[in-house]
Nanobody, 121 residues
């Protein structure tokens, strides 16, 4: 069974940074793309970034200057670094797998349960 577990969320002050992790078990991450998404109160699910099986990265333009996506196939883990956090970034952050870095989140599968990020002073 494929399982994804996000971690690294928590309470952070505005302007701070976080590094989120997505650990995959039950499946070889190599050969799969990993996407990061978020869902905030009152806002539809948003795509943030995706990294392909070849390591090529894709960013939603509104996040490009503040996030970095990476992967470590040896650890079966993908990462999302977020900086310059603001209260509007408060959301549950999810990772998911896909065959390719699709632009539509509905093409991703094997979703994790998410990790909560709360930005507050």
């Amino acid at each position: 069974q494929v399982q994804l577990v996000e971690s690294g969320g928590g309470l952070v002050q505005p302007g701070g940074s976080l590094r989120l992790s997505c650990e995959v078990s039950g499946f070889d991450l190599e050969g799969r793309s990993v996407g990061w998404f978020r869902r905030a109160s009152g806002v539809e699910r948003e795509g943030i970034a995706c990294i392909g099986s070849d390591g090529k990265t894709y960013y939603v333009e509104s996040f490009r200057d503040r996030v970095t996506i990476s992967r470590d196939n040896g650890k079966n883990t993908a990462y999302l670094e977020i900086k310059s956090l603001k209260p509007e970034d408060t959301a549950n952050y999810y990772c998911a797998l896909s065959g390719f870095c699709y632009s539509d989140y509905r093409n991703f599968d094997s979703w994790g349960q998410g990790t909560q990020v709360t930005v507050s002073s």
